[in-house]
Each structure stands twice: as structure tokens, then as C-alpha cells.
């Protein structure tokens, strides 16, 4: 088996993978973030405080 990869080649490819893990990292948080305000609606105090506010 030939080795066809050239330096360049790696390291446009290293540079590429680290893009899309940092796009998928920002994905993540964010939803990370969605979920935090979802569960925290959902929480007995903020359902408590909504009650009252009515």
C-alpha cells in the first residue's frame, strides 16, 4: 500500500476536521443552553412564580 499523502495535504485536513469540531462544539452548547431554559420552565419554582404572577 502506497502512502499518497503529502504534508500539505494533512495538514488542510487537520485544519478542516478542527472546523467542523468547533462548529459542532458551538452546535452543542447552544443546545446545551435551549435545554438548561426548557428544564428550568419546567422546574416546580418557576411553575410556582407563574401561578402567582396570573
Known amino acids: 500500500m502506497q502512502n499518497n499523502f503529502k504534508p500539505r495535504q494533512t495538514e488542510a485536513a487537520k485544519k ?3 472546523v467542523y469540531l468547533k462548529e459542532a462544539e ?5 443546545e446545551k443552553q435551549l435545554y438548561k431554559k426548557i428544564r428550568k420552565r419546567h422546574s416546580l419554582g418557576y411553575r ?7
Not at 458551538?26 to 447552544?30: F, G, P, R, S
Open 16 to 18: 478542516r476536521l478542527s
Open 26 to 30: 458551538q452546535i452543542l452548547e447552544a
Open 48 to 54: 410556582i412564580l407563574a401561578f402567582f404572577k396570573k
